[in-house]
Nanobody
């Protein structure tokens, strides 16, 4: 059974930083692209960042480019999201997701490209 467990969320002032972690189990981690999505109150869940199976390809939604960095450690079955220069509009529940194993070594953007999801971790940025 695939399990994804996020941690690292919390309350931070605008301009601050947080590092999210997502520990995966029950899957061959290195076979899956990984992604981070977020959902703010009253809004639809949106793609934030993705990383390929090998970690050599990454991408971000425009609003976080230059501030967020995704990385993965396949030896630890963990994907990270380093968030710097946080803004109030980054406030959301952040969830990690594991891509479908059959897909290639690239970043995937659609929620339907991901087969397993974590429960999410709350990030609140005070202005």
């Amino acid at each position: 059974q695939v399990q994804l467990v996020e941690s690292g969320g919390g309350l931070v002032q605008a301009g601050g930083s947080l590092r999210l972690s997502c520990a995966a189990s029950g899957l061959t981690f290195s076979s899956h692209a990984m992604g981070w999505f977020r959902q703010a109150p009253g809004k639809e869940r949106e793609f934030v960042s993705g990383i390929s199976r090998n970690g050599d390809v990454t991408d971000y939604t425009n609003s976080v480019k230059g501030r967020f960095t995704i990385s993965r450690d396949n030896a630890k079955n963990t994907v990270y999201l380093q968030m710097n220069s946080l803004k109030h509009e980054d406030t959301a529940v952040y969830s990690c997701a594991a891509g479908l194993a059959a897909l290639g070594n690239r970043v995937w953007y659609r929620q339907t490209d991901y087969g397993s999801w974590g429960q999410g971790t709350q990030v609140t940025v005070s202005s």
